[in-house]
């Protein structure tokens, strides 16, 4: 299995029934000795004024967290060797009009997925919230 990526990134930003959404995830994978499932960890610095920050954001650091824990299960699903990885989280960025919590869960997802090299296999829905799916595996876009 090839070595993934060091990082990944993702940005949604949607409108959806007249409602902005915006969530942002910066990740960096760190190799780890550890056997087992990946650590996720807040690795934002404190002085990172454009991002989330858990003194004034906690549910969407718990979202991040979250979203970045959900898309290196479903990279694992999809086949990718993901043991012996930490994923940190290094930058979540605030949007203070249109910052949503499903919104940043599937952004952390996607940059995570990003990071484990399956991007291309994952594709973002809409229902009653923002979420990840598995997608079509690189034979076109992802459809609804």
């Known amino acids: 299995m090839p070595t993934p990526p ?38 934002v610095p404190a002085a990172d004024r454009g991002s989330i920050q858990p003194r004034y954001d906690a549910e969407f650091v718990a979202a991040a967290i979250t979203g970045a824990r959900a898309g290196v299960e479903l990279a694992r699903e999809l086949g990718a060797g993901v043991d012996g990885w930490a994923v940190d989280i290094v930058r979540a960025r605030l949007s203070l009009a249109d910052i949503e919590e499903s919104a940043v ?23 009653s919230g923002w979420y990840v799916v598995p997608g079509p595996g690189g034979r076109g876009p992802c459809r609804p």
């Open 105 to 127: 869960r599937t952004a952390a997802a996607m940059a995570a997925g990003t990071a484990m090299g399956v991007r291309d296999r994952m594709c973002v829905r809409f229902g």
């Open 6 to 43: 060091r990082g990944g990134e993702y940005t949604l930003r949607r409108q959806r029934n007249g409602s902005g959404y915006f969530g942002h995830a910066r990740v960096e994978l760190r190799a780890i000795v550890l056997a087992g499932p990946p650590v996720i960890s807040w690795s």
